[in-house]
């Protein structure tokens, strides 16, 4: 019997997607992802489940264009037809909804979820909703009993952008900056690194904030596999446990046109997939986003298909 977990707003539907047969040979996603209930245990490696966070008050805050809160379904829709390699269980457990412009609530009840979820000992996916979907993550991640024992937690950010403006209520673009507080009220360093800043989408008051909280970072110029994969490797050696959160504008506009500010110039998609391998191959993978696809701009569902690909190679 399913049952709902009490900061879900809308509960799981059933999933869709090509029917080739009932046998495993034939298996796809759709036929794979089974609601999340409290009675879920998983088989196999660490459960994974599925999250919803329908949100783009932050991308309009920030005075970006908005289409996000459609994302969830989109990326489940382009997850649904692939077919299902994978030697663990996937749940859904539904979505968190932001209405009425009630972002810090939201992101507040989407925390709980994530953290609940965690402490029960599953791999947690927030599907975003725009990148105030990170900072949902993180007080799901801060409150999860991993973190609260002590583990180092180091947030891994696939972006163009820093995400680190002082403003006077949340949005997308302050999610990093709310960390950093956060953290320095509970006496902890954000160790806090992104791989793909474009130089000129970020102002010097950004890179000055970057800067003074010691965040480290790669320039998408700069950006070769041999790079990345440098300094993934550097940033994992100095912490327990990963978030792992990837703001879709990273990519190409070419490859994710459906976004809330596409890129001019982007990170190659296998460099981007090459770090995601890299993070999962780690055994240290707490958590992951997926933030700022745009459905209302997606053309042929290119991005949200990205985004698929990316959810599967981190769980395979």
Known sequence: MYTALPAIDIPP???????????????????????????????????????????????????????????????????????????????????????????????????????????????????????????????GVAGSEAVRSGKRLGVLNLDAHFDLRDEPVPSSGTPFLQMARAEAAAGRELNYAVVGISEPNNTRTLFDTAGRLGVKYLLDEDCSAQAAHEFVARFQEGVDVVYLTIDLDVLPASVAPGVSAPAAYGVPLPVISAVCKQVAASGKLLHLDVAELNPEFDIDSRTAKVAARLVNTLLA
């Open 13 to 139: 539907t059933p999933w869709t997607g090509r029917n080739d047969g009932d046998g495993d040979e034939h298996r796809r996603w759709w036929q794979a992802v089974a609601p999340h209930s409290s009675g879920n245990a998983g088989t196999g490696s660490r459960p994974a489940v599925v999250v919803g966070f329908r949100s783009d008050e932050g991308v309009l805050r920030n005075k970006g264009r908005v289409g996000a809160a459609a994302a969830p379904t989109a990326i489940r829709n382009a997850l649904g037809p692939l077919a299902f390699h994978l030697e663990r269980d996937v749940f859904d457990a539904g979505d968190v909804a932001v209405d009425d412009g009630s972002l810090e609530a939201g992101q507040d009840r989407a925390g709980r979820v994530v953290s609940e979820l965690l402490d029960g000992g599953n791999l947690t996916v927030l599907l975003g909703g725009g990148h105030e979907t990170a900072f949902a993550s993180y007080l």
